[in-house]
């Protein structure tokens, strides 16, 4: 089965049950929007479809593949962008998105950088330390790597923070560009999605006491 599937998950969190018997599949132009209350394990539930964490039971595929097998290349069709930026704040924008691409084998010239800036506004700021940057700014910079890596699945944990109105709509619009091209995303937000994000699912999940 194409695009990744999740099937009868469990997940433990100290001591906790956050969710138990979970599957959900996303396809190749599909967007699923993740929702559910503080505590719920959207976080959690994303670590485990991106590999980061293993589930207590169950199991996720790529393309038919389990994403834990030791011959899976996952990761070359993935970016995650977890709700931190993942900066190091001494370090200017280019610098950061040329460590980043460095980790993850991305090649990138310095003026695609410098694009993929401009399109998010950062004219003038590319050789500035982060640390400088207001909060948007740099959730901005983080967001460029979905520009700059040609990956299939986007796994998003709240990427609308501290986006103004006009960084939302850029998002959003990229979005339903990238599932249109035959992409999938799967993200949570605290804010509902507009009809600019395109088609979606919604996948809710409950606080588990």
Known sequence: ????????????????LLFTELSLQV??????????????????????????????????????????????TYTDHLVYLGHKSALNSMMSAVENLQYWAAQHSVSLSLQ??????????????????????SAGQQRRVALSRLWLKPAELWVLDEPFT???????ALLESLFASHCSDGGMIITTSHQALSPSAGKHQVFDLEYSL
Not at 112 to 124: A, I, N, P, R
């Open 162 to 168: 501290a986006l103004d109105v006009e960084g939302i």
């Open 27 to 72: 396809s190749k132009g599909e967007l699923l929007y993740l929702r559910g209350p503080n505590g719920a394990g959207k976080t959690s539930l994303l670590r485990i479809l991106t590999g980061l964490t293993m589930p207590e039971e169950g199991e996720v595929c790529f393309d038919g593949l389990s994403i834990f097998s030791p011959d899976s």
């Open 112 to 133: 695609k950088l410098y694009d993929v800036l401009e399109t998010l506004g950062l004219v003038g700021l590319e050789d500035v330390p982060v640390k400088f940057l």
């Open 1 to 16: 089965m194409s695009g990744l599937s999740a099937s009868k998950l469990t997940c433990i969190k100290r001591d906790r």
